[in-house]
């Protein structure tokens, strides 16, 4: 019964949550409707992909913190991958591109 | 991609589906659904016993997972009656163009397909690209852009169960993180580069259910998209059957998933199928590749011409991308939301 409920304990210090990200170019500028997705995880992840804004702002969503992940930004012909370990839901993801 | 090895992979290339046959003696049963529940109840009904508060969540009863809410207002009792399989509709519109692309998109595949009897492609190159998405049943295959409250962007994939009804994840619909409901989405069927033979419909009239907007568990993230009353695209693509499969069936039969992944833009439908890696009672477990844009994509078998649609492709994992299974309460829902968009 204790180790249900350490597992149990530990399972929900586990949150799900959203993670920003901002995407730039070699200049500095922001870069809109670039396509983010995850291409791996430490742990299972919606298939969903976030469309980043004239601000270069995209999110991670519904994914497990913490948790490492490889993200995947796919703008025109440009392919980047980026490799995060979030600890925290307030973390920024910064890539350039 | 979330890509596996080849020797880890399970398909063979050969579907047992044949052998299996249909019940079409199943007894329908009696089922009554409450349309009118509303999401903002549920927290009213809590389960009788003692459980761990968890932050963010609310514990619903066992069976409660599946009930409908919806986005919009208005309730209605509904009652229908539940069968374990629905057809799809093939239209006969723009057949004969869409064979010979396909042969030309598929022809280094085609006596493979045509051993198989599936849409089987099992190699080293994992995803196919589909070119003929004007062909049956591509052509119900959908791209979404979808605007979540928050007006950030997002991409995935849906497919037609009726003229004017998309299925696709609970996460396409609802994000609990961007303010809930999307705001809109628009559906592009077939969509193929910069054409889209069907034009594309947006919606905000969206449905899930209370065990993924209340309870964000992954077994229950399925939802849809009711197209406007002007909009029905399924009239000219045709659309999805989908049905309930046992454990043996499904582990016999071969997966087909074909969607709008982001690592090819997002306006190119990619295919792939392979049999199952595992099951449980909510969640079909593949080693399919997929990538992020492909969430709500269908997870179908064929055997001859007919198509059943037995999943809902939603996540991906190193360990196997999966999808939430078919079973009785989502066909039940399935089936409401189909009576809704006709």
């Known amino acids: 019964m204790a180790g249900y409920f350490i597992l149990s304990k530990e399972k929900h210090m586990q949150t799900s949550s959203s993670i920003k990200g901002i995407i730039q170019n070699k200049a500095g500028r922001p870069v809109a409707d670039a396509i983010v997705m995850i291409k791996e995880g430490s742990h299972e992840f919606n298939d969903i992909a976030s469309v980043s804004n004239e601000k270069g702002e995209f999110f991670v969503s519904g994914i497990v913190i913490p948790g490492r992940y490889v993200l995947q930004i796919q703008q025109d012909s440009n392919t980047v991958t ?13 890539v350039n591109i | ?51 761990e508060d968890v932050e963010g969540a609310t514990i619903l009863r066992p069976g409660e997972g599946d009930k409908v809410v919806s986005n919009q207002q208005g309730s209605a009792s509904f009652e229908s009656e539940a069968v374990l399989e629905e057809t799809g509709f093939e239209s006969p519109l723009l057949e004969s163009v869409p064979m010979d692309a396909l042969y030309a998109s598929y022809s280094e595949l085609i006596p493979r397909l045509e051993a198989a009897a599936t849409e089987v492609i099992i190699g080293t190159d994992n995803r196919v690209r589909v070119t003929a998405t004007t062909t049956y049943p591509w052509r119900a295959i959908c791209a979404l ?28 619909v609802f994000m609990h993180d961007h303010g809930g409901w999307a705001k809109s989405i ?16 947006t919606s905000s009239n969206v449905r899930s259910v209370t065990g993924w907007t209340v309870n964000k568990n992954r077994d229950f993230d399925y ?17 999805f ?14 997966l087909n998933l074909s969607g709008y992944p982001g690592d090819k ?9 392979l049999k199952p890696k595992s099951l449980t009672s909510r969640v079909i477990t593949y080693d399919i590749d997929t990538m992020g844009g492909q969430s709500g994509a269908p997870v179908w078998i064929k055997v001859g011409e007919v198509r059943t649609c037995v999943g809902i492709h939603t996540n991906g994992h190193l360990s196997g991308n999966s999808a939430t299974r078919i079973v009785t309460p ?8 189909k009576n809704q968009g006709l």
Request: glycine residues 8%; negative net charge.
């Open chain 2, 186 to 201: 628009e559906v592009i069927p077939g969509l193929n580069d910069a054409s889209r033979p069907f034009g594309s419909c």
């Open chain 2, 265 to 273: 833009g997002g306006n190119q439908q990619w295919f792939m199928a």
């Open chain 2, 223 to 239: 939802g849809a998209i009711i197209l406007p009353a002007n909009c029905r695209p399924g009239d000219r693509t045709g659309y």
């Open chain 2, 145 to 172: 852009k979808i605007t979540a409250q928050d007006n950030s962007k997002w991409i995935g994939t849906g497919w037609l169960v009726a003229p004017r009804t998309v299925m696709t994840a609970g996460h396409c």
């Open chain 1, 82 to 94: 980026k490799e995060i370990n979030i600890q925290s839901a307030d973390t920024i993801i910064r």
């Open chain 2, 330 to 337: 989502v066909f039940n829902n399935i089936q409401l939301w």
């Open chain 2, 1 to 51: 991609m979330k890509s596996k090895s080849l020797s880890e992979r399970n398909g063979n290339g050969h579907s047992h589906a044949e052998t299996l046959t249909e019940n079409p003696s199943y007894e329908p049963v009696k089922t009554t659904f409450e349309q009118s529940y509303m999401q903002q109840n549920a927290s009213a009904q809590l389960s009788e016993t003692e459980v």
């Open chain 2, 241 to 254: 059957g989908f049905g309930v499969k046992d454990d043996a069936y499904l582990m016999a039969s071969v």
